[in-house]
């Protein structure tokens, strides 16, 4: 009798809880690990096409000449279509990973647990609703926190130079989204979300469509706004205007005074890429929180 109730016991030591996450997710886990893993090979292998694809976005020469290469073997260099193609593609999952998060989180994470009576179990064997909820989200958000950060830092490698034509300019939506915090930012807020939906819902289906259309909605929002969270600049000149090559415009007007033409043209430089990056990180950082809070206070007043 004392050994069948010490099996029924659950494991209150210390990172007891966390290892039956792991255990209850480990498919979640293993996925999640073999993603980031495939990620991550893709990358170091994209930047050891970086230079050869550089070479084929050069100019040349035919005959060659000092300094230029032969058309003929630019022609042939094929580099830069696969790394163009590969940068964009892993910018454009970065930038995306809130939703399955979202929808993991709240149909798996939480809803499915307090729909089958699982977490409703574990609150009857000397673990606390709160202490339950904590851990469901400390461990995801240490994983999310580190994984999408390393990725970050290996995309920016594999990156180079950041030559717009081969790795988009860096206000297009996927590239800013890819290149900064956001991207951690974003896969936080999906967390937070999902587990708000899932306590609401209290089942997994519903519950993973609440969180996707959430994120859906918050990502369509900062997208669309995105050039408003920091003051834009205005330059205005007599005739034409040209901005260079990596401005974000946001608005172009002719202003005729005078009988002169004016050209105004209101743009973010690429100098406010780390002001729109911290702005729009606290921005979602702050939804992350207030969704938190907000289970944490619905899980006291509405859960045993």
């Known amino acids: 009798m004392t050994a069948l109730a010490t099996a029924a016991a ?97 149909g798996a994470l939480i809803g499915r647990e307090l729909e089958n009576g699982t977490a ?19 461990a995801p958000a240490a994983l999310l926190t580190v994984g999408t950060g390393g990725l970050l830092l ?20 996927d590239t800013f989204v890819s290149t900064g915090p956001v991207a951690v930012a974003y896969a936080l807020a999906g967390l937070a979300l999902g587990a708000l939906a899932g306590l609401v819902w209290r089942r997994a289906l519903p519950a993973t469509g609440v969180s996707l259309a959430a994120s859906l909605v918050l990502h369509g ?41 004016l050209t105004r043209a209101t743009f973010h430089p690429e100098s406010h890429f780390w002001p729109l990056q911290y702005v729009e990180t606290g921005l979602l950082l702050a939804v992350a929180g207030t969704a938190t809070a907000a289970a944490f206070l619905l899980l006291a007043r509405r859960l045993p």
């Not at 999640?32 to 495939?38: K, P, T, V």
């Open 10 to 106: 659950p494991d209150t030591r210390p990172g007891g809880l966390l290892r039956a996450v792991g255990r209850t997710h480990r498919t979640a886990l293993v996925l999640s690990l073999l993603a980031l893993a495939a990620a991550a090979v893709a990358l170091i292998w994209l930047h050891s096409l970086g230079d050869e694809a550089r070479a084929g976005m050069s100019a040349c020469s035919t005959p060659p000449t000092a300094g230029l290469p032969s058309c003929a073997a630019v022609d042939a260099i094929t580099a830069d279509e696969t790394y163009r193609n590969g940068i964009f593609g892993l910018a454009t999952a970065l930038s995306w990973v809130m939703f399955p998060v979202a929808a993991w989180a709240g």
């Open 154 to 173: 290996l995309n920016d490698w594999a990156r180079g130079d950041g030559n717009p034509n081969l790795v988009g300019d860096w206000y297009y939506p």
């Open 120 to 138: 409703q179990l574990a609150w009857t064997q000397s673990v606390t609703p709160v202490r339950w909820l904590a851990v469901k989200l400390a």
């Open 221 to 261: 929002v900062m997208e669309r706004y995105r050039e408003n969270l920091w003051p834009a600049v205005t330059r205005t000149e007599a005739g034409a205007l040209e901005l260079p090559r990596s401005a974000f415009q946001v608005a172009w007007s002719d202003v005729p005074r005078g009988g002169v033409p």
